[in-house]
């Protein structure tokens, strides 16, 4: 298949035309607040195209070492946590495809969830370690929707 | 039904609307769309009677299915035009309402106020205006805070304080719950929320959306809250909060600019005790009172998910997650150092 340029090459040349060429040709301010729209989404695609498929696969490692160490921990909320691990590992795909990573990174998510839940009360290093996790997530979040986010408003 | 976004078919069934609430002869033109929001449809136009010209706004549904949110014109309606006969809160006054028969989808007409949104006026505006403006907003939110429950008998009242703020908590797991996919940034704020209530208020109005999109300022340079299609009864830190809440995605912050000195103001005028409405109860709320704003937009993100919607919107909005997911760990964060050091 055709991998050069890359995907985000090519939303790179779309957004370029549509800033550069469309948008000055538009009067409407509901037309030009959808540009807005779209120019901010394609720049979020051509992120996730270049990143998403391996920061998903590092995450899910780093999820189930710290989940393993709060299903050991003997506090309240261990049991769920344990079991939305167990879930996770026997629900995980043996394929590559976006759509397999996805699903195996959402149960992964519920482990990440479940382990806020039961350290969230308890406190100490366990807590930091999983906030720490949600920190990552969010680094990554931040760098998809790039710096300076605001929404398009009324005008 | 006729397409509603084509203004020389609004125009005549504006007309008709006006005509029937009392302008038998009115001529209406220069009908024309306002953007932004992301629910209702809104028009700008002028009307023309014996009296003179006047400059409206129409609020209408869109189309179904073409919206994130849907809320109701009528009781939207039956809060305006009570709210419009006190004339104890700062808001254009409502006209006139259909319930689709003549618009062929239900909207409501409230004066057009001639003048920019707070939002973009704070954002020109040099540091002594903004602390001007602030000092105004915060006597803006104290008049909705101290309406009459009388004034809005349509609206219910929760059970008690602890209902109110339980019943939001809830709503975001369910948020959580219904969503196309886990979040843990969602159960991480419920959890946070649980263990950290302030100490509870009187039940008033809120607006309910209040920022400073939702405020304009006329041409004698009083504020006039608009869009109360989420009004409610309710704790009133929930206002503040909210405002101080979009302020992060679309500043200036007028509460942050001195938020000791916003909230004292506040309660000079609405007589709430300090330990009530403080910079870190009103921190408190700025994250609960999301749940609605969020709640929206997520199920919209999530519709899109399945399938069932394609609006532009819920696309761009995917964007807005990961920007609130930051600021609920900041906003959490710093409020616990700073409830930790009063300590």
Redesign the interface.
């Known amino acids: 298949m055709i991998t050069r340029p890359t995907t985000a090459q090519l939303i790179d040349v779309v957004r370029r035309e549509l800033a550069e060429r469309v948008a000055p040709a538009v009067s409407?301010?509901?037309v030009?607040?959808?540009l807005q729209?779209?120019d901010?989404?394609l720049a979020?695609l051509a992120v996730r195209a270049e990143h998403e498929v391996g920061w998903m696969t590092e995450e899910m490692a780093a999820i189930e070492a710290v989940g393993q160490q709060v299903a050991d921990s003997g506090l309240p909320g261990a049991p769920a946590v344990a079991d939305a691990l167990a879930a996770f590992r026997a629900g995980r795909g043996a394929g590559r495809s976006t759509a397999e990573i996805t699903g195996d990174y959402?149960a992964a998510?519920?482990v990440?969830?479940r382990c806020?839940?039961a350290t969230?009360?308890a406190g100490g290093d366990l807590r930091d370690i999983v906030t720490g996790l949600?920190?990552q997530?969010?680094a990554h979040?931040?760098d998809?929707?790039g710096p300076g986010?605001?929404?398009?408003?009324?005008? | 039904m006729t397409d509603l976004t084509d203004p020389t078919d609004l125009a005549p069934r504006l007309q008709e609307l006006l005509r029937r609430h009392g302008e038998p002869e009115v001529e209406v033109t220069d009908v024309r769309?306002?953007?932004?929001?992301y629910s209702l449809l809104t028009y700008g136009f002028s009307a023309t009677t014996p009296v003179g010209l006047r400059r409206y706004v129409l609020r209408v549904d869109p189309p179904t299915g073409a919206s994130l949110t849907h809320t109701d014109r009528r009781a939207e309606w039956e809060l305006l035009s009570g709210l419009t006969a006190t004339g104890a809160v700062p808001m254009p006054a409502a006209r006139a309402f259909d319930d689709g028969s003549v618009l062929g989808r239900p909207g409501l007409v409230l004066d057009f106020v001639d003048g920019p949104?707070l939002?973009a006026h704070a954002a020109a505006a040099d540091g002594e205006e903004r602390r001007r403006l602030a000092g105004q907003l915060a006597e803006t939110l104290a008049a909705v805070h101290t309406v009459a429950p009388s004034a809005v008998p349509g609206l219910a009242a929760p059970p008690s304080w602890d209902d109110y703020v339980n019943g939001l908590i809830a709503a975001w797991r369910q948020l959580?719950a219904d969503h196309a996919?886990?979040?843990?940034?969602l159960?991480?704020v419920a959890?946070?929320l649980e263990?950290h209530k302030p100490p509870p208020a009187p039940l008033t109005l809120v607006h309910g959306e209040f920022q400073t999109?939702n405020v304009m300022i006329d041409a004698k340079g009083q504020m006039q809250v608009i869009d109360w299609e989420y009004a409610h009864i309710g704790d009133p830190r929930i206002d503040l909060g909210w405002c101080q809440n979009v302020a992060a995605?679309?500043p200036p912050d007028l509460i942050g600019l001195d938020p000791v000195g916003f909230c004292a103001r506040y309660c000079d005028i609405t007589g709430a005790p300090a330990e009530v409405v403080n910079p870190l109860t009103v921190g408190y709320f700025s994250i609960l009172a999301g749940v609605k704003a969020f709640g929206a937009l997520l199920g919209g993100i999530a519709a899109m998910a399945r399938g069932e919607n394609h609006l532009?919107?819920s696309?761009?909005l995917?964007?807005?997650?990961?920007?609130t997911?930051?600021l609920w760990?900041q906003g959490t964060r710093q409020l616990e150092a700073a409830m930790e050091a009063l300590r």
């Open positions: 409407d301010p509901q030009a607040t959808s729209m779209v901010q989404i979020t959402n998510t519920e990440l969830s806020v839940e969230f009360a949600l920190d997530r969010l979040e931040t998809v929707i986010f605001q929404l398009v408003g009324r005008q | 769309p306002i953007s932004g929001g949104q939002g959580e996919e886990r979040n843990p940034f159960r991480y959890c946070w263990t999109g995605f679309a532009l919107t696309a761009y995917v964007s807005a997650e990961p920007f997911h930051n760990m």
